[in-house]
């Protein structure tokens, strides 16, 4: 395989030359619900798709049957003969990629927000560094889409970002901010506050805080106004920057992604959900299966990290290795995540580990892929693999989700990176 592709290592990875061929390909389009075999796709020299050809079933109306290299004006080749799988780059929806580079120096990282209840007005964008190494290594690895959230244990810790990991300076990189207010129940944020000391107390103040939130909605709908003391009140919650982006959420704008691991806690975030009426998703979820019947009727998906899903402290007594399994056979919108900042590469065998416990080979990698971008609000173009859209996609030489597939191609915002070195 290495000798296949020695022709493109002569390619600067920044940018291209000419046209680029690649041939002998299995490629995965999940947007389209298709495998297409003996395939080739042919990259112009601005790093977008301009051909795209195999043999399938039914071919979908952007690819043809016509080989792609019979179009092709002198591009440079590079054969997997048969042994190249290629998949769309993946989206990673729950990670601190590019707020930590090195844990034990303070100066490379974001910092953590303090003990405060609710940093909602915190944006994690803001504190991304774009030349992390760690978002090379998610790029290389074929992670394309990175969502950041806060770092911070308190109850509401701020908004997360969807970013490429090949973006380049940060305004490029950007693909929406916000995503979702991010909130926490759990041992976590249980702090020397009276209210968030205890789980109790942690709902109690997110049902107040939700509260305002909705009231200053609502307000922005009235054309009514009220008393004196009414508007003097509702200007001192304006003023309130913390409130602002919970406003978007009772609003319908925003989702609230609650982080939570226990089936109990889940059960009440679901049961303040049904009280308020705003969009809710559930991240962690080691014990979400428990409650997967009412996630599924209140059509809250679940960002699972099957790793740790399993009993190792006391938010976790009840879970299982079929987590994945069981949410996706009681019809759960379910997404994996690596939930990780250095080993975001990791999410390809996270997705192994769900198809190792049941859950069928195509479904996983939708979780990474067109599921994502529904959840997260994005276009579906970033996963789609079509003439006219930017390339970006990998490479394997064998099956993408377990130990025996090593990238040997990956490409993303128009640069290409032939057998991209993991560091």
């Known amino acids: 395989m290495r000798r296949l592709i020695l022709a493109a290592l002569l390619l600067p990875a920044p940018a291209l030359a000419s046209e680029t061929l690649l041939r002998g390909l299995t490629m995965h389009l999940p947007a389209a619900e298709i495998v297409l075999h ?14 795209l050809s195999g043999e399938a079933p039914r ?9 792609c290299h019979e179009g092709a004006t002198e591009p440079i080749i590079i054969d997997f003969a048969g042994k190249g799988v290629a998949i769309p780059n993946l989206i990673e929806p729950l990670t ?25 007005q915190i944006r994690a964008i803001d ?25 911070g244990n308190g109850l509401v810790t701020g908004q997360s970002a969807a970013l490429r990991t090949c973006g380049g300076g940060i305004d490029q990189a950007i693909i929406r901010s916000p995503i979702a207010v991010h909130a926490r129940i759990g041992h976590e944020v249980k702090h020397d506050d009276l209210l968030t000391g205890s789980r109790s107390g942690q709902l109690a103040q997110l049902r107040s805080l939700l509260g305002q939130a909705q009231r ?17 009140s509702l200007q001192q919650l304006r003023d309130d920057a913390s409130l602002q982006p919970l406003v978007e959420v009772m609003a319908g704008r925003l989702p609230l992604l609650v982080y939570a691991d226990n089936a109990d806690d889940i059960a009440a975030v679901l049961r303040l959900q049904r009280e308020l009426g705003f969009r809710l998703q559930i991240a962690g979820g080691a014990e979400a299966y428990l409650v997967a019947t009412e996630l599924a009727a209140q059509h809250v998906p679940v960002i699972l990290t099957p ?19 069981r949410l996706q056979q009681a019809g759960v919108e379910l997404l994996i995540a690596s939930d990780d900042t250095h080993n975001v590469r990791n999410l390809r065998w996270n997705l192994g ?43 394997f030489d064998g099956d993408p989700l377990t130990y025996d597939g090593h990238v040997v191609w990956t490409s993303c915002g128009g640069t290409l990176w032939p057998q991209p070195q993991q560091r």
Request: glycine share 8%; with cysteine; aromatic share 4%.
């Open 307 to 325: 790793v740790v899903a399993r009993p190792n402290d006391f938010a976790h007594l009840r879970a299982v290795d079929d987590a994945a399994l």
């Open 38 to 51: 003996n395939a080739e796709i042919l990259i112009d020299s601005t790093g977008s798709v301009r051909c």
């Open 127 to 151: 504190g991304v560094r774009s030349n992390s190494r760690a978002i090379v290594a998610a790029q290389q690895a074929g992670v394309g889409i990175a969502v950041v959230y806060p770092l």
């Open 353 to 395: 580990l769900v198809v190792h416990q049941g859950v069928p080979w195509a479904a996983a990698l939708r979780m990474a892929t067109v599921d994502a971008a529904r959840v997260l609000g994005l276009e579906p173009s970033v996963v789609a693999i079509a003439p006219g859209l930017p390339a970006n996609f990998t490479v």
């Open 216 to 232: 200053l909605a609502k307000a922005q709908k009235s054309k009514v106004k009220g008393t004196p003391a009414e508007e003097q």
């Open 96 to 120: 601190h990629l590019g707020l930590l580079e090195v844990d034990a120096e303070d100066e490379s990282t974001d910092g953590a927000t303090g003990k405060l209840a609710n940093t909602a």
């Open 59 to 67: 071919l979908p109306v952007f690819a043809q049957a016509k080989p």
